[in-house]
C-alpha cells in the first residue's frame, strides 16, 4: 500500500505544492496518469477492469471522482480541493481522463455518452441491473460522479447525466428514488469556501 495520507498535498489555503505553474498533488498525478492511489494502482489499471471489479471494489471510485467530503467507505479517499478543481477545469488532459472515468463507469449502467449527452446504450441496464431497484451504493456513486463533474469544470456532462438519471426514474426506476433524485439535483452545490471563480 502506498502511503499516502489523505491530506497529501492540501496544506492551507494557497498553499498547493507547484510544479512550474502546475499544482502538484497524488491526485493530480494520479488522474494524469503518472501516480498512482493508495493501493499502488494507476487510473488506466482502474479503468481496464472488468464490470465485475468495478462492482464489486469500493475503494477506487473516490479516486477516479474526488469530491472535497471524505468518504465514509475509504479513509485513504483524497479530498478535493478548490485549486486541484481549478486544475483539473482548466487542463484538457486532465478533463478528458475525468471523461474517461465517466464512460468507464457507464458501462455499468449500459449508458452511452456523446460529449455532454447521456442516453441508454444498447446494453442497458448494463449487466447489474439491480441499481434500478432499491437505492443502494451505485447511486451514492452516480452522485459523487454528478457532483466531482460539476466541481470539476464540466456543468454541461452533469446536467446531461442528471437529465438522463431522471428520465430512467420516471420511466425504469423499480425502487423509491426520491431521496437520491433530491441528492442529483443538489449535486453541484459549492463547498463552503470556495468561491465562483475557482472553477
Not at 29 to 48: K, P, V, Y
Not at 120 to 134: E, H, I, K, N, S
Request: charged content about 25%; hydrophobic content about 45%.
Amino acid at each position: 500500500m502506498v502511503g499516502i495520507r489523505r491530506d497529501d498535498g492540501r496544506r492551507a489555503a494557497g498553499a498547493q505544492p507547484v510544479r512550474g505553474d502546475k499544482i502538484v498533488t497524488a491526485l493530480i498525478d494520479f488522474l494524469a496518469g503518472t501516480g498512482a492511489d493508495h493501493a499502488g494502482r494507476r487510473i488506466d489499471e482502474i479503468r481496464s477492469q472488468s464490470e465485475g471489479w468495478l462492482e464489486a471494489r469500493h475503494d477506487f471510485i473516490q479516486w477516479l471522482f474526488p469530491l472535497p467530503e471524505p468518504s465514509g467507505a475509504n479513509p485513504f479517499a483524497p479530498l478535493l480541493s478548490a485549486a486541484e478543481a481549478g486544475a483539473i477545469a482548466a487542463s484538457a488532459a486532465l478533463a478528458d481522463s475525468l471523461l474517461r472515468s465517466v464512460d468507464t463507469m457507464m458501462r455499468l449502467y449500459g449508458i452511452r455518452r456523446d460529449g455532454a449527452a447521456f442516453s441508454r446504450g444498447p446494453g442497458f441496464p448494463g449487466p447489474f441491473d439491480d441499481w434500478l431497484g432499491p437505492i443502494d451504493h451505485n447511486h451514492l456513486r452516480l452522485t459523487r460522479i454528478l457532483r466531482c463533474l460539476a466541481l470539476c469544470g464540466q456543468p454541461a456532462a452533469a446536467a446531461g447525466l442528471r437529465q438522463l438519471l431522471y428520465d430512467i426514474a420516471a420511466a425504469e426506476a423499480l425502487g423509491a428514488w426520491g431521496p437520491a433524485l433530491r441528492y442529483w439535483r443538489d449535486a453541484g452545490a459549492r463547498p463552503v469556501g470556495w468561491d465562483e471563480k475557482t472553477v
